[in-house]
């Protein structure tokens, strides 16, 4: 496709709507997986945290 124009190129010969929505809606997606496997490592690694000084508690009181 060849574009004349910035205004062209952003139409996108009349689909620039869906293409850059989608474009857009997947940019949110992939940020909020981002955003979500960092806050499950985050968690992951507490309660490995919070087992380990459980663990070792419970070998002091033995």
């Given at each position: 496709?060849?574009?004349?124009?910035?205004?062209?190129?952003?139409?996108?010969?009349?689909?620039?709507?869906?293409?850059?929505?989608?474009?857009?809606?997947?940019?949110?997606?992939?940020?909020?997986?981002?955003?979500?496997?960092?806050?499950?490592?985050?968690?992951?690694?507490?309660?490995?945290?919070t087992?380990?000084?459980?663990?070792?508690?419970?070998?002091?009181?033995?």
């Open positions: 496709m060849i574009w004349n124009s910035l205004n062209d190129f952003w139409a996108m010969g009349g689909y620039g709507l869906y293409v850059w929505g989608s474009f857009g809606v997947t940019a949110v997606c992939m940020a909020l997986e981002m955003v979500w496997v960092k806050n499950a490592r985050a968690q992951a690694l507490s309660q490995v945290a087992e380990l000084a459980a663990e070792s508690n419970s070998k002091e009181w033995s």
